[in-house]
């Protein structure tokens, strides 16, 4: 399972706080507690459009500075903000996002094409998500995989770069939101078996009290129908507690051993 670290993001109270205040010590903490537990990247978001790439490029170099080896996931919706910052990073990250909006898909993969020098092991969240919307069913979601996977190709970007998000809705207002998720991916897999999916947790939960207990239900059962990476909260010892156990019982970690491993080192904080 890939965990993308989702908490340096200025959506979030605190952060954007420590943005507007350009707290680097905030930053900073906050960066090595995720990457200490089991974040693989650490998506990084300003939340402020009209400083996007300052404030990105700010943090790129300030937890750099402390972890030299970090892998970032760039979460901007200005893919200029994106370009940008794509030179700054010392190590191959993850482009979060592209869809089939406008030009997006056409401008990242043209930069991270077989032929780009030094791109080419950038990853990339592709949104399953077209110009026409939202999508509000399973086989518009599919169009739009299709879509994606036929111009990767054209650009020479291999499927395994590719982390495909079917897009989960809150089920305050979508009931069918996981059902949808679990069928698109489902699909995904049966036609693409090594294709890689994934989600951000939290969306499923918004607007509803008690949201760790929706996400920890949702990761738990995504992860049963195919899903491979997600971008969550790694500082919550239970969510990160229910990857390790799934894990094992989807056969992934033979023998337990990194379930045993995380339970000794007390990543998910259960009494022993």
Not at 43 to 59: F, T
Not at 74 to 96: A, M
Request: net charge negative; aromatic share 8%; glycine share 6%.
């Amino acid at each position: 399972m890939l965990i993308i670290g989702e908490k340096l993001n200025g959506a979030i109270k605190s952060v954007a706080e420590a943005i507007r205040n350009r707290d680097g010590a905030f930053i900073r903490d906050l960066a090595s507690r995720q990457l200490d537990t089991r974040a693989d990247y650490l998506d990084i978001c300003s939340g402020v459009p009209e400083e996007d790439a300052d404030v990105l490029c700010w943090m790129i170099e300030l937890i750099q500075d402390d972890h030299p080896d970090v892998r970032f996931s760039l979460d901007s919706p200005n893919l200029d903000t994106i370009l940008t910052c794509i030179p700054l990073c010392k190590n191959p990250g993850i482009i979060n996002s592209v869809s089939l909006e406008g030009d997006k898909t056409d401008r990242i993969f043209s930069v991270v094409n077989r032929e780009a020098k030094g791109q080419n092991d950038w990853k990339i969240i592709a949104l399953l998500l077209d110009e026409t919307g939202m999508p509000d069913t399973v086989d518009k979601r599919m169009e739009s995989f299709h879509r994606i996977v036929k111009k990767a190709a054209e650009y020479g970007v291999a499927m395994d770069r590719l982390y495909f998000d079917p897009l989960v809705f809150t089920v305050a207002t979508t009931p069918d939101s996981f059902l949808n998720f679990i069928s698109a991916s489902s699909r995904i897999r049966s036609e693409y078996p090594d294709a890689h999916i994934i989600s951000g947790l939290s969306n499923i939960s918004h607007g509803l009290p008690s949201r760790k207990t929706l996400n920890h239900a949702f990761l738990i059962g995504a992860m049963m129908n195919g899903m491979d990476s997600a971008i969550m909260d790694p500082l919550n010892r239970e969510l990160l507690g229910g990857v390790y156990a799934a894990e094992a019982l989807l056969g992934i970690d033979e023998y337990c051993i990194e379930y045993l491993s995380a339970y000794r080192e007390d990543l998910f904080g259960v009494q022993k």
